[in-house]
Structure formats: structure tokens, C-alpha cells
């Protein structure tokens, strides 16, 4: 559970976009968070007390002189129990309130008196977010160290279209999400490739692999959250980009290959993750290979594809490399044996088989001390603690 014990109160603001508020309440009640609401009396016209107080499961407070705290300070007693405040939607109102330091009700006193992290996500019509006080006021909570969230862009409920839109409630979880965990890569670079690659033999046919991707997004994922800058190079897959990630689509090994080369000079860690097809048709035929009765297979021939790993860790300045290996069985020889092949100081082997398409992994990890076995986990649990082993690993790293 990404959240479990952290409690949050999160406040709401007039707007229409407060009905991403019950969906995101949700998602960070699923995560083990406590949600405390808190709402202005703008909120209350566009969702209810009652229903927030549903899905949080605590009851919701609108106003500063509320008796149910003992002490009747509802803006002191609820920010000194919270672990952040998160503002989502942020009307424009609210915001020009915060840069002024102005509270005159219940969610504008308790943010201004809390003592924990402020993160806000501002909703609003395109012409008021691009408002040159709206733009002064945002320029003003970053600079208090507020963090500020999105917006996005896209169609607005009053009909026009452009930046001020609330992000969607997976944008503001896995942000809050990453907010609480630690910057072990705060200001590297990472890139990582995953996934499989897709060599065709004919407009329909190819050679592929069962890599479902899951490992090399997880660590995307846990890679952003300490605070890299990550760019993944994914084959063909069908997962969401994870948040703050950005993201490049190829098919053929070829294709990662040229794509990893065009980035890699502005990489500090690469971490080969994909299940590159080792081969690909020498001759990819124009139309579909069809079979004849009584006729042998048409011949296929085949070449070798580059080593995208070995490639990198041959470089005359090298980004850290870290590579995978999936192997079918003797993991101990095998992994060792390609991580002094491909000349790289750490190499995490799995077996292919026991991990392809799921969920969980157990992993092995490689490095010129010898092997550590790690226990198997939830992929994105794993990926948390390969990134600390990484970080720990990382010449000039805080956490080396």
C-alpha cells in the first residue's frame, strides 16, 4: 500500500472539478492513507459533505467555528495531525488567497497555520489560469515552497479548451505518491528500456517474446518517484506511462537500439530492462507467407541484432550501466557469466518463465563482489528496493 499511515487532508475549493475529489479520496483511502476532508462553502455547491464524508470515511468539516474538536480549533487540531495538505481542485480564488497570506474561513486559516507540506492542483477556466495575477500568485506559492501540481490542458466544462484543467485523479495520487518517498536519484538521469521487442517475418507474423513490460515500468515508476529524470524506451506493450515519465514507443531491436544511442549521452544511468530478441529475419516479406499443401516451410534465415547493453558499457564514458537477464534455469553461472560479458557492475538475473506476465518477481542481483539474492515481491515493491540498491551503487551518489 503506497500510502499506509501517512494522513492527509485534503481541501476542496468551488469548482466543478471537485467530482475528481471523490475519485481520488478513494484511491488514496485504497493506498492505507486517512483522509480528512476539509471544504469551503464554495465546494458544498458543487459536491456534498455527505458524500465525501462516504468515501473518507471521517466526517468532513466547512467551517472554522465547528465544536465538534474538543478545543472548538478545528484549523489548529487538523493540520498538526496531517503528514501534508493537498488543495485539489485549487479555485483561482484559493490561490490568490494563499500568495496573500489572507484566511477568512475553516480551509484558508488551517493551511496558513498548518505546520506539514502544502501541495496544491489548481482548476480553472484557460483565460483565468493564464491571468497575469493567476500567474503572479503560482510564481509566489512555489516560491514559499508550496509544491504546485498540473494543470493539465484539454476541454473545460464551460465549453473551451486549454490549460487549466485539474489533472485526473491517477495524475494526483501518483504525484502524492511520489511526494512521500525518498530523492535517492534526486537530479539523475535515467534511462531504461522495457518490454519486448518485435522482429517481423511478414506483414503479419513475427518473433517476439512473453515480457509483459511490468518490471521495466515499475522501476520507471520508482525511478521518477526518487527523483530522476527518467526516459523509457518501451517495445510493444499495452501499460500506462507512469507519472513523470517520459516515454518513447519502438518495435524492433533495432529500433531501441537507435533510439537508447540517440539519448544516451545525456544519461547518467541506463538500466536495460527490455527482453531484446536476440535475432531478427534477414528478409521480411512484403506479403503474408502462405502455406501450400504438401509443400515444405519457406526457409527463414536469420541475423544477429546489436547488443544494446554491451554497446553502452563500451562507450568511452559509459553511463552506470545495470543490466537484466532472464534466464530459463542455472541462474547463478548464467547471470554472473553475462554480467562480466556485457561488462557491466551490476546485473539483476531472474528466471524468465516464473516471472513473465506477472505481478511479483525474485531476483538475483550480480555486481563484482559476488551475488545477492533478494526476495520475491510485488514488482513495484522490488522496484522500490533496486532503485535503493542502485542508489547505494551510483559513484558520487548522496547515498553511495
Known amino acids: 500500500m503506497d500510502l499506509a499511515g501517512k494522513h492527509l487532508v ?20 485504497q493506498a492505507g492513507a486517512t483522509v480528512q476532508v476539509a471544504m469551503t462553502e464554495a465546494a458544498t455547491q458543487f459536491i456534498t459533505p455527505v458524500t465525501m464524508q462516504a468515501l473518507s470515511g471521517h466526517p468532513v468539516y466547512t ?19 496531517a503528514d501534508a495538505i493537498v488543495i485539489a481542485p485549487a479555485s483561482t480564488d484559493f490561490i490568490a488567497k494563499l500568495a496573500n497570506g489572507l484566511c477568512d474561513d475553516l480551509l484558508s486559516t488551517l493551511v496558513v ?17 493564464q491571468n497575469p495575477a493567476t500567474q503572479r500568485n503560482v510564481a509566489q506559492l ?18 473551451e479548451i486549454g490549460d487549466g484543467r485539474m489533472l485526473e485523479p491517477a495524475a494526483v495520487y501518483e504525484a502524492i505518491v511520489a511526494f512521500f518517498q525518498p530523492k535517492k536519484l534526486a537530479g539523475q538521469r535515467v534511462l531504461i528500456t522495457a518490454g519486448p521487442t518485435f522482429e517481423p517475418i511478414d506483414p503479419v507474423r513475427g518473433i517476439t517474446n512473453r515480457s509483459s513490460g511490468k518490471m521495466g515500468f515499475a522501476l520507471a515508476r520508482a525511478a521518477a518517484q526518487a527523483g530522476a529524470r527518467v526516459h523509457l524506451i518501451a517495445g510493444p506493450v ?19 537500439y537507435d533510439a537508447v544511442m540517440a539519448t544516451i549521452a545525456d544519461t547518467d544511468i541506463f538500466i536495460a530492462v527490455a527482453a531484446v530478441a536476440d535475432w531478427r529475419a534477414t528478409q521480411v516479406s512484403d506479403h503474408k507467407l502462405k502455406k501450400a499443401a504438401g509443400q515444405p516451410a519457406p526457409p527463414l534465415d536469420f541475423v544477429e541484432n546489436p547488443d544494446i547493453l554491451a554497446s553502452v ?50 531476483v538475483v542481483l550480480f555486481d563484482t563482489i559476488g551475488s545477492t539474492p533478494l526476495p520475491r515481491a510485488d514488482k513495484q515493491s522490488l522496484a522500490r528496493t533496486l532503485v535503493d540498491e542502485i542508489a547505494q551503487r551510483v559513484p558520487g551518489s548522496l547515498f553511495a
Open 10 to 29: 485534503l481541501g476542496l475549493t468551488g469548482g466543478i472539478a471537485c467530482y475528481k475529489s471523490a475519485e481520488l479520496t478513494r484511491m488514496l483511502t
Open 63 to 81: 467551517s472554522q467555528w465547528d465544536a465538534r474538536i474538543d478545543n472548538n480549533m478545528p484549523h489548529i487540531d487538523l493540520s498538526r495531525r
Open 113 to 129: 497555520a498548518r505546520d506539514c507540506p502544502l501541495l496544491v492542483v489548481p482548476a480553472m477556466n484557460r483565460q483565468m489560469w
Open 142 to 159: 512555489r516560491a514559499d515552497g508550496i509544491t504546485v501540481l498540473g494543470p493539465d490542458a484539454g476541454p473545460q466544462a464551460c465549453g
Open 238 to 256: 499495452s501499460l500506462a506511462t507512469p507519472w513523470g515519465v517520459s516515454r518513447e514507443d519502438v518495435q524492433t531491436a533495432q529500433q531501441m
Open 313 to 362: 558499457a563500451a562507450l568511452p564514458s559509459p553511463p552506470y550501466c545495470v543490466g537484466f537477464a532472464a534466464e530459463s534455469g542455472e541462474l547463478g553461472v548464467n547471470g554472473e557469466a553475462k554480467r562480466r560479458r556485457k561488462n557491466v557492475p551490476l546485473l539483476i538475473g531472474n528466471l524468465g518463465p516464473k516471472t513473465f506476465g506477472k505481478d511479483d518477481n525474485e
